[in-house]
């Protein structure tokens, strides 16, 4: 089973709010990432987190905050977020972060700020 | 430099034909390269690892030259279903993929 779960697959916010999307993965990988993904563009590396802990945060906003409460699960806090955060977020895991390893998506979250 | 680097196309091919891309990437010390499928509106999806060997899986060929930093990727017996943007990504020694902006293939009936 290579199957990454998100929800929710929409999710429509104001500026003010405060939401979260999830992500979960059951196949035991140790490593798991959130991209962004706007329009015609190749996928943008968010966060990354190796056995839990965060590894990479490609200097994203403070507005975006992750979480990964246990192995199989992947959090991404949003507050305060601004119209160009619109864009398709995906989660990702891989069995570790080793350079080898393939990262195999979740189908995503589609955000729109309005 | 882009990291990695790929033709945008579109490539417009009829069904049946014989249809390859290119990728290059800068960084020598790359580790692990990767295509990767990606429908309109859906996530990306592994197609196949790309090994310093070549490999193939059914009529999909994945070819790498380090000398060159260079992958490609070729389809054979194009079909409708083929039609998709093709991701070349590289793990550029981060940790992380990199990813290239992707090539647009669409087959035509």
């Known amino acids: 089973d290579t199957e990454v779960t998100q929800t929710p697959k929409h999710l429509v916010m104001g500026m003010t709010n405060k939401k979260s999307l999830k992500c979960e993965q059951h196949m035991g990988h140790r490593a798991m990432y959130w991209y962004k993904q706007k329009a015609k563009k190749p996928p943008e590396l968010m966060f990354v987190?190796?056995?839990?802990?965060?590894?990479i945060n490609e200097s994203v906003p403070s507005r975006f905050s992750p979480e990964c409460p246990n192995s199989s699960l992947l959090n991404l806090h949003l507050h305060a977020l601004q119209p160009e955060d619109s864009a398709l977020y995906l989660c990702a895991s891989s069995q570790d972060q080793g350079s080898y390893n393939e990262q195999f998506f979740g189908p995503g979250t589609r955000l729109t700020v309005l | 430099r882009k990291e990695v680097e790929q033709d945008p196309g579109p490539f417009n091919v009829p069904e049946g034909a014989t249809v390859a891309f290119n990728c290059t990437y800068s960084n020598s010390a790359s580790q692990s390269f990767f295509w990767y499928r990606q429908d309109c509106r859906k996530e990306p999806k592994l197609l196949m690892s790309?090994?310093?060997s070549g490999n193939e899986d059914g009529r999909f060929t994945a070819q790498l030259n380090r000398a060159s930093q260079y992958i490609s990727l070729l389809i054979r017996d194009s079909k409708l279903s083929d039609s998709a943007t093709y991701l070349c990504v590289v793990n550029t020694g981060r940790r992380a993929l990199t990813f290239g902006s992707g090539t647009r293939l669409q087959v035509q009936p």
């Open positions: 987190y190796s056995y839990e802990k965060l590894s």
């Open positions: 790309v090994y310093s």
